[in-house]
């Protein structure tokens, strides 16, 4: 901690722990102390820690092939493409590293797909309350001002439109978009979902303009739903022309991807867009056994999710200062009438991780392993720590 506060950017708030291994859902600090994790990594860590399976391909993997760079072709690639295109109903495939940087790819898409039908088609419309990542691009469609005032001017041609507000939405487009981007779930936001009418909408609308749909499920994508995507979510099936995703893909490692229907993968011809690290050999081979795993636990995600929600809005209707429960599968909030850190601090002195965004909106990203046990024992410590409210 103090080589960290003399070598470090500040630029991070964290908590005073260290920690230093795992198990399934458990995460150990350095003193030897347990923790039910129930924000993984901030949505990364899907199969909790030391998952038998992943660790196996990893060590086999990492005695063999780490990196390739896009130079050359690799075994894993490829099949991990078919498989997301046949998860997603979309065509093809761009491996980045983040969320951001899967963003940026997807900004440019937009922009070259605009571009080539009209000069002037370079705008993008995106959410107020949406967060999209740090570099300056995602930062341009960040619709929460703190994020953005120190790094004005952003990249210019972007209209923020409210959540949910269908004449807005109308209004906001015209012959200069080339994209909207949304989260169907806000995850920095709040957990807040965006709804059904709503997404059919900007579909539709984006088809009238010939603008790209861009769906940003880094946080509320591959499997934490409970169906591969958010957009899967309900029927008729919104779906997308582009879906940038990352946090969970590879258990830990960093990988995200761009995933494109034909039209907008047209936008990308050779040269237009790269990358040195993006979809190496393991982090691609590991994602393919997170897949696998993923298939297997689908059903759980929505059983597992379900109880834990119908137990903290059991848990909201005990308490005054508990506002609403929202989200689906296991990407859940508690929104509070009061400020959420305290009970993020007090909940670590319990045992358990979890985490506060927007102030006031407590939010859990358990494991895709999390058993009803498990979360039975963080309603637990939820109910203590809501009794000590006066
Ligand atoms: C919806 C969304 N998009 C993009 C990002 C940025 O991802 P990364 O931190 O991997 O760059 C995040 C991160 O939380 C996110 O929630």
Do not use: W
């Not at 399934?24 to 860590?45: H, M, S």
């Not at 995602?138 to 703190?146: E, F, H, I």
């Not at 994020?147 to 990249?155: I, K, M, N, Q």
């Not at 990308?268 to 393991?282: E, Q, R, S």
Request: aromatic share 8%.
């Amino acid at each position: 901690m103090d080589l960290e506060r003399e070598y470090l950017l500040q630029n991070y708030a964290r908590y005073p722990l260290v920690l230093t291994h795992g198990k399934g859902t458990y995460v150990y600090d350095i003193e030897g102390r347990r923790y039910l994790d129930f924000i993984t990594g901030i949505g990364v860590n899907a199969l909790g820690h030391a998952h038998p399976r992943i660790l196996k391909v990893l060590r086999k993997q990492a005695g063999l092939l780490i990196h390739a760079s896009n130079l050359y072709y690799h075994q894993y690639q490829g099949p991990l493409a078919k498989r997301l295109a046949a998860m997603s109903g979309l065509a093809r495939v761009f491996f980045s590293n983040t969320g951001t940087e899967s963003v940026e790819g997807a900004l440019k898409m937009a922009r070259s797909h605009g571009r080539a039908i009209h000069a002037d088609k370079c705008e993008i419309i995106s959410l107020e309350n949406s967060f999209h990542g740090r570099t300056l691009g995602a930062l341009s469609v960040t619709g929460q001002p703190k994020y953005r005032a120190d790094f004005e001017p952003l990249v210019p041609g972007v209209r923020f439109v409210p959540a949910n507000d269908i004449a807005a939405l109308e209004a906001a487009f015209s012959s200069q978009t080339a994209g909207i981007i949304v989260e169907l779930i806000q995850g920095e936001g709040g957990i807040n979902p965006l709804t059904h009418e709503y997404a059919a909408k900007a579909r539709g609308l984006a088809d009238r303009y010939n603008a790209l749909l861009i769906a940003d499920e880094t946080q509320c994508g591959v499997g934490r739903p409970g169906t591969y995507f958010a957009y899967q979510r309900a029927a008729p099936v919104i779906l997308p022309d582009v879906v940038v995703a990352a946090k969970p893909l590879a258990c830990g490692l960093p990988l995200g991807f761009i995933l494109a229907n034909e039209k907008a993968a047209a936008a990308i011809k050779p040269g237009m867009h790269g990358t040195t690290f993006g979809g190496g050999p393991l982090t691609c081979r590991v994602s393919l056994e997170f897949l696998d795993i993923l298939d297997e636990l689908l059903p759980a995600i929505r059983r597992v999710g379900g109880y834990f929600k119908d137990s903290l809005e059991a848990l909201a209707r005990k308490h005054s200062f508990v506002k609403e429960v929202r989200g689906c599968g296991l990407m859940l909030g508690v929104e509070l009438a009061i400020p959420g850190k305290q009970f993020v601090l007090d909940a670590m002195a319990e045992g358990m991780l979890i985490n506060c965004t927007h102030d006031t909106v407590l939010r859990f990203l358990p494991p895709y392993i999390v058993t009803e046990k498990e979360v039975d024992r963080a309603v637990r410590i939820l109910r203590k720590l809501f009794r000590k409210v006066k």
